[in-house]
């Protein structure tokens, strides 16, 4: 058995699709000159999302009305799951890295969203292996994205409430400086404009600081016009890979109901060259992933592991649960959701996350959450994690059947 778990993980890991994101990443570190067109790399997140949510919406349509039930319950317990790794990423992160709490906060809001290009990946590779997956996994794509949001805008208002300097430091960390002010204190709950002074003179806005993401950023710190609850939940729920991906669905859904089927077997644009605009897409995946590992060297050990380790746990937790959910249920899920849920859970944002975090917690590091999400826990995911799923997944249906 072993044997032969080894032997499909090992070539699960030399599909096209990955080795193109090897070559990717390869080319930085071999300091090739090369760089990808930015608004190609716009053009396939957006085909990848309308494809996704294409082809997810017209299945959705098939779905009979004794199951809808069950779907809702699965969909509720996706948003629950992802809620819980978020927290419990943060729980982790204080107890393995010496970050400061604003940026433990977003680096756990980050993990407690989820990755539409590893959801792409997972798909391209469940359908060279021609492995089925149920139709409204799509659907969990969107709703698992918006938990990692709450997680860190909850978590760094209670950070607020206790006092948080305008620099991002709390009480009894080191940078702590108890005498910078705030004027209009309300500005991020109400709006306004929030001027940050910390009596040190000079400016240096909201940049990373030299010596490391643990360090304060010092001086006047103009953070602009903060963002009112309005203005912050339409960036959570209106985000452009979001909207794109549900219009995909929504898209794909009425014309199904219609008899109009837009992403049939054999379309040349929606199906046919999903793959290859997929291999593009994770050659630019890749040299981003290679580049963002330099921002690591600052971030302290504790937090290489926690994006190496998390996947594995939260994945291997997510496929657990799915299988307990099914047991109680008497629901049955095809074998690709068990690894697309285990990829819903162990990957981080870098899209959704990141956005909201610009707009309401300037006071984090900018780079470190990203050098985690993309140079650790993506590379891995697309390269070891996918195939680690899928046997981990085999594993728990073949030992636990649902009766």
């Known amino acids: 058995m072993l044997y032969e778990f080894w032997n499909n993980f090992t ?7 990955l080795l193109f994101f090897y070559m990717g990443f390869l080319i930085p570190l071999l300091k090739i000159p090369f760089e990808f067109p930015y608004v190609l790399y716009q053009g396939l997140t957006l085909y990848l999302l309308l494809a996704i949510g294409w082809h997810g919406g017209e ?11 069950g779907v809702l319950g699965f969909i509720v317990l996706g948003f629950l799951t992802n809620l819980v790794i978020g927290f419990f990423a943060y729980w982790l992160l204080s107890r393995v890295t010496k970050m400061r709490g604003v940026d433990r906060a977003t680096v756990a809001g980050y993990y407690g969203s989820d990755s539409a290009g590893t959801f792409a990946t997972c798909l391209g590779v469940l359908t060279t292996l021609d492995i089925a997956f149920d139709a409204y996994m799509p659907v969990m794509l969107a709703i698992m994205e918006i938990p990692g949001c709450i997680v860190a805008l909850v978590l760094v208002a209670r950070m607020r409430a206790r006092q ?7 009480p009894g960390e080191p940078a702590y400086n108890p005498t910078a002010t705030r004027q209009l204190v ?3 709950a109400g709006g306004g404009t929030a001027t940050i002074t910390s009596g040190q003179g000079g400016d240096d806005g909201i940049e990373l600081p030299p010596d490391g993401p643990d360090q304060p950023r010092t001086g006047s710190v103009a953070t602009g016009p903060a963002p009112g609850h309005r203005a912050l939940l339409r960036e959570v729920l209106l985000n452009p890979g979001l909207f794109l991906l549900i219009g995909g669905v929504a898209i794909g859904f009425v014309s199904a109901l219609q008899g109009d089927s837009v992403v049939a077997d054999g379309d040349h644009v929606f199906v046919t060259a999903f793959q290859g605009m997929l291999c593009l897409f994770l050659l630019e995946m890749g040299m981003t992933s290679s580049r963002k590992l330099k921002d690591l060297r600052s971030a302290g050990r504790g937090l290489i592991a926690f994006g190496l380790l998390a996947p594995n746990l939260f994945a291997t937790f997510g496929i657990v649960l799915l299988h307990t959910y099914s047991q109680l249920t008497g629901m049955r899920f095809e074998l690709g959701s068990y690894v697309l849920f285990a990829v ?12 909201v975090q610009r707009m309401a917690i300037p006071e984090a590091s900018p780079t470190v959450p990203l050098a985690a999400s993309l140079g650790l826990t993506f590379s891995y995911n697309v390269t070891i994690g996918i195939p680690l799923y ?6 728990v249906n073949s030992w636990l059947p649902v009766s």
């Open 186 to 188: 309300g500005a991020h």
């Open 390 to 395: 899928l046997q981990i997944s085999k594993a």
């Open 11 to 17: 070539h699960n890991l030399f599909k096209p699709l």
């Open 164 to 170: 948080m300097d305008p620099q991002g430091n709390l």
């Open 59 to 69: 299945q959705l349509a098939t779905i009979d009305a004794s199951s809808v039930g």
């Open 344 to 355: 819903l859970c162990g990957a981080a944002s870098y899209i959704a996350v990141p956005a």
